[in-house]
């Protein structure tokens, strides 16, 4: 009965280098939200994928950052030349399905926690 | 715009006591509603949800919530909270595809 699964757990990057972050959403869902907690901050909104298809980037950085949900395996988050201002937990998400009659109920996963040395 | 505020930041309670986290949402209609708890190094969990219906929902781990549509509140409330209670928690509100959070309530459970 896997929940959404979340990996790595914790990364260390140092300046200008790549993060990708691999999110496996709960058997059956098919969409998926990136969410990113900076220390004393809520969660922020990044983006939100189904499979394929990028439905929702409104909050994601305009460079560097990219997502995507292909039609196997996991969404993964990238994150290019990275800065230290980056370093933050990054929790990904997914939902069976969304809109009109969705019970609107987010599963989340552990998060990853990315360090930028 | 729609937004979540939680304007407690941090909260203090001695273990028994009560507890209200306060959450004020700004949408036109009556959205979605949520609360999450986040242990630390943890990811969220669900604690209850309000869609429609009666207005004071009942969730787990003993927590409930009301929603009040004139004040635009969704209250989280416990009539006694136990240390392991001690976590932070997120209000959400839900709309055509977007979860809004609030910035976060810490809980700090005195023994």
């Known amino acids: 009965n896997a929940g959404v699964m979340q990996n790595p757990r914790h990364l260390v990057r140092r300046r200008g280098q790549e993060a990708r972050l691999r999110c496996s959403p709960v058997?059956?869902?098919?969409?998926v939200y990136w969410y990113r907690q900076l220390p004393e901050e809520g969660l922020k909104f990044m983006v939100y994928?189904?499979?394929?298809?990028?439905?929702?980037e409104s909050g994601m950085p305009k460079e560097r950052f990219s997502a995507e949900f292909p039609k196997e395996g996991p969404s993964i988050l990238r994150i290019q030349q990275v800065v230290r201002g980056d370093s933050a937990a990054y929790f990904c998400?997914?939902?069976?399905?969304?809109?009109?009659?969705?019970?609107?109920?987010?599963?989340f996963g552990e998060g990853s926690r990315l360090t930028v040395l | 715009a729609q937004s979540v505020t939680q304007p407690d930041i941090h909260i203090t309670v001695s273990e028994g006591a009560s507890l209200e986290l306060r959450c004020n949402y700004s949408?036109?209609?009556?959205?979605?509603l949520f609360w999450y708890v986040q242990s630390p190094g943890q990811g969220l969990q669900l604690l209850l949800k309000?869609?429609?219906?009666?207005?004071l929902v009942q969730g787990i781990k003993g927590f409930e919530a009301e929603f009040k549509r004139s004040q635009s509140s969704f209250n989280l409330r416990k009539p006694s909270v136990h240390w392991s209670d001690a976590a932070e928690y997120f209000c959400?509100?839900?709309?055509?595809?977007?979860?809004?959070f609030g910035s976060g309530t810490k809980l700090n459970v005195k023994p």
């Open positions: 309000y869609f429609s219906g009666d207005t």
């Open positions: 058997k059956g869902h098919s969409h």
């Open positions: 949408y036109g209609a009556t959205p979605y």
């Open positions: 994928l189904q499979k394929e298809n990028i439905i929702d």
């Open positions: 998400a997914s939902s069976p399905r969304s809109g009109q009659g969705s019970t609107g109920e987010l599963f």
């Open positions: 959400a509100v839900y709309n055509f595809n977007k979860f809004y």
